[in-house]
């Protein structure tokens, strides 16, 4: 029996049965409600936020699988990887992935993303501390399995088990992620796509209303320049969010790894979906920017990358990938 065609079967249809409801003006998945559900954007590899988020396509990423199951399938070996994100005053986020590989099936990784929002004092109506204090806390559990399809084809999927509590309330919820990736003969080239945080809210967070997860469909491709030592990155992210379904494609980013030798690593980026959605109307600066470096040897890769949300607010993200 081929499992590696079964699984591609398995693949094509989720992604289908979410590619559909994209195309009607009607679509559910269009909405840009706030919600709960809304830390899984913050988990991306600290490589791929230093292009600004590009890196669905992008081969041989320790933590790819965030934002493309299929990547997992290229890493190959047992992998640790912990990402740390610094956010506003005291909130943390941060994403861990183990990964490793069989043989004979393909490569598994269990993985975790979390988000803590620090600690909140109790107040009246009328401002006047009541004493004691409470938290909130955002965790996904996520399984992953990635596989070889065929002589260029990945694809992988990734199942979610996502906890929020915040106080006496809480809710809990599953999600699917989804992705293909392919790389040309040229060995130079790589098209991928995914569908991310595809679920439903079993638990409500906030009754009686149920909390909506933020779907992401994503597309891009990346380039490894011939005679130059920079891999170029162009994609679309927020496929899914919009009321106008042409309009979404103007939600590109863009961006660049710059090899110097084979131990350093430097990476620019640009998203016009933050641009768009977190600067200010009279003072755009550098939203939407990232960059960030890495340096790599043959057992450990340590990764830095900042994103710029508006001015004064710079996002730093800290990773570390080590082969077991």
């Known amino acids: 029996m081929n499992y590696q065609k079964i699984f591609f079967g398995i693949i094509f249809t989720l992604i289908l049965s979410f590619i559909f409801p994209l195309f009607s003006s009607f679509s559910t998945y269009c909405s840009e409600k706030p919600s709960p559900y809304s830390f899984l954007n913050n988990a991306l590899s600290t490589r791929s936020a230093g292009m600004a988020g590009a890196g669905v396509c992008f ?80 965790i996904s559990l996520n399984g992953t399995f990635a596989t070889k399809i065929d002589e260029q084809l990945y694809g992988g999927v990734t199942l979610k088990l996502i906890f929020n509590q915040l106080e006496q309330m809480n809710g809990f919820a599953v999600a699917i992620d989804a992705g293909l990736l392919y790389k040309l003969s040229d060995e130079r080239t790589n098209i991928g796509f995914s569908i991310l945080n595809a679920g439903s809210e079993l638990k409500k967070f906030a009754k009686p209303e149920s909390s909506e997860i933020p779907l992401d469909v994503r597309l891009g491709f990346n380039h490894h320049l011939k005679g130059l030592p920079l891999n170029f990155n162009f994609g679309f992210n927020h496929l899914a969010t919009g009321d106008k379904f042409l309009k979404r494609f103007s939600n590109i980013n863009i961006g660049g790894e710059l090899y110097f030798g084979n131990h350093v690593q430097v990476r620019i980026g640009y998203d016009n979906y933050i641009n768009k959605n977190f600067s200010s109307s009279q003072n755009k600066g550098f939203t939407g920017l990232a960059a960030g470096a890495g340096i790599i040897t043959d057992w450990i890769h340590v990764d830095y990358a900042v994103s710029i949300y508006s001015q004064g607010l710079y996002l730093h993200r800290f990773g570390v990938s080590y082969k077991i």
């Not at 081969?59 to 493309?68: C, E, L, P, R, V």
């Not at 909130?91 to 992935?97: D, H, P, V, Y």
């Open 59 to 138: 081969d041989y990423d320790f933590a790819g699988s965030f934002i493309n199951p299929a990547i997992t399938a290229t890493t190959q070996r047992h992998t640790i990887n912990a990402t740390f994100l610094k956010h506003l005053l005291d909130i943390n986020s941060g994403n861990f992935l183990y990964t490793f590989e069989d043989t004979t099936y393909g490569t598994f990784a269990a993985s975790a993303i979390y988000t803590n929002y620090g600690t909140f004092q109790y107040y009246d109506e009328y401002g006047k501390e009541l004493g004691g204090t409470f938290t909130g806390n955002m």
